[in-house]
């Protein structure tokens, strides 16, 4: 079936580096996604979510970027502290076609080095 | 508001017993789903509900049963559970199923032995 997943498994960066976590999905029709971070012993946390009509979005230093030609979706976090330290998840959301639910991948570990 | 709760934090069961996992929301949010995530993988969907009295089975419901009588909880029920079911429960909600974001709960680690 289609799925959502990432490039890799543990990211390590320094602290005040950016870091750049990357996502690829296989369902075209997919029209929302999210970005969540979930923390040890903690259910997932919102981020940012984009829709398909946009390229780029941006928060509190994070920015979500989206390029449907090659269906990849990144999370970029500016000036990357040590409370980033987490696993990050991509998500999607497919248009009603029976199933009313995100799809997510299995996540990438950010580890920030002091 | 408390937003999602789940109850209990923590629970250990023996092959074939039974429990219920309680989810409860106070955002007044039409959609609740119960997801389960294992080791090294992302969440996958158990069942959902878009409103109360409707439930629908998301990827994987063996074993698995919920209702919805009110807006407010979703209980998940293991009636006979297997050590396959060993994993961390999350209760989601969100306004609609339309693609709107999902706040989850904090999780409930069951082991089933």
């Known amino acids: 079936g289609e799925s959502v997943g990432l490039h890799l498994p543990t990211l390590s960066v320094q602290e005040g580096d950016n870091s750049i976590i990357n996502c690829a999905y296989s369902?075209?029709?997919?029209?929302?996604f999210i970005w969540y971070k979930q923390e040890s012993g903690k259910g997932p946390q919102f981020i940012i979510d984009?829709?398909?009509?946009?390229d780029k979005r941006q928060g509190q230093r994070v920015t979500v970027l989206l390029n449907k030609t090659v269906k990849h979706l990144s999370l970029q976090i500016a000036a990357t502290q040590p409370g980033d330290s987490a696993v990050y998840f991509c998500?999607?959301?497919?248009?009603?076609?029976?199933?009313?639910?995100?799809?997510f991948g299995s996540g990438t570990r950010l580890q920030v080095q002091p | 508001n408390a937003g999602v709760t789940q109850t209990p934090k923590f629970q250990v069961l023996k092959t074939g017993q039974s429990m219920t996992l309680q989810c409860a929301q106070d955002?007044?949010?039409?959609?609740m789903s119960w997801y389960r995530q294992d080791p090294g993988m992302g969440l996958r969907l158990i069942h959902y509900?878009?409103?109360?009295?409707?439930?629908d089975q998301g990827e994987v419901p063996n074993g698995y049963n919920v209702s919805r009588s009110t807006t407010e909880d979703f209980p998940l029920r293991l009636l006979s559970a297997a050590p396959s079911q060993t994993s961390v429960y999350f209760c989601?909600?969100?306004?609609?199923?339309?693609?709107?974001?999902?706040?989850f709960g904090p999780g409930t680690r069951l082991l089933v032995l």
């Open positions: 998500a999607e959301n497919t248009p009603p076609t029976g199933r009313r639910a995100l799809t």
């Open positions: 984009i829709r398909s009509n946009m």
């Open positions: 955002m007044n949010h039409e959609y």
């Open positions: 369902n075209s029709a997919s029209d929302y």
């Open positions: 989601a909600s969100s306004y609609n199923a339309g693609g709107e974001t999902q706040y």
């Open positions: 509900s878009v409103g109360a009295g409707i439930t």
